[in-house]
């Protein structure tokens, strides 16, 4: 860096009398602000006076063999070092901070410290202990490096202060930085991790979000319309009229229900009706070919196969009813009671109590 002689120039000799000397104003670069001239003039170094405006024939100007421009303004000026860690492959870099300002422009020039970093790093590297405090640490214990160096650099300064001849140079801070690699190595695994919560915090939203529109749901479509309404992404024309039409919908689905309900039940009935006729037809074919029915079993049977219950007064007797003819007896034969004896009455009642179970 040029600080803080900013340039040096050399100047030809001013040819001519004493009354008509003077230097032309091209010669002389023009000067940046905070900057001061030194002329040298002989063997000596001369600032010309600050704030006065630049004089041609000035005798400095016009005698000097050249001019160096010097910034007098104060800077913060960092210089580096490296220190050494556990592992050869890695190292640390101290950056320390020193404010400096010219106090005396004719010595800077005279000595040409064009570069002030050069005498700083001179003065950095001149701590022969500061490596001890990062060779006992791994890079990646860089916070703790940071804190020893910090403690070190502070009262290094203060037993030996910076000196630049011709500035004020003060200690300011020191910094420890880790290598490229392992920079680059923890950018990315912050640079993943980061990643991977953003990621993270992305599906908390979305179930979030899944579990608040689920609750809504669960709660109706009128609800589900209620808060589109409220958030301007449903018309109310609209949804009046999609309600209206569900509406409608779902009455006319109930009476198609309901006409198929009672259609299936009438058919049910009707089927189970026809059914009781046919098994009575059915029955009464069989006891007109029978030569004995027993009216009473035939009642039973009738209501058990129609699936009713015995009517009213007509239950089962204490005693076997009797059997009655349905018809003439035929020749020959005489009817058989229940208890397998013969009537030789052919089947007639005895008297009018037979008639009744």
Known sequence: MNYPVIAEHILATVQGTWWSRRRRRDDVPQLPPGAVYVFRVGGNY???PEGMVFDPSHPDVLDASSVSLVDTR???VDVERTLPSVSEADNFTVRASFTCQVTDPTVIARQGVIDVTVPLRAYLMGDGDLPRVSAGHRVEEVNAVRTEVGHRMTAYSAIVPPRVAGM?????SAEVHASDDLRDWEQRLRDERRSWELQRGQRDFETQDALRIAELLSQGSDHVDAFGIARKEIDVTEAAARIHRTTEEESARRHKAETQERAHTQARETADAQMRRDMLLTLLRQMGGSEYVDYHQVLEQVLRETGDRAAPGVGTAAGPAPMVES???RPGRT???RDGSHDPRGGFVKD??????
């Open 352 to 357: 009018e109590d037979d008639f009744v179970d």
């Open 74 to 76: 104060a800077r913060l």
């Open 46 to 48: 001369r600032t010309f």
């Open 327 to 329: 018809g003439q007896p």
């Open 168 to 172: 004020s140079v003060e200690f300011v």
């Open 335 to 337: 009817a058989t009671g």
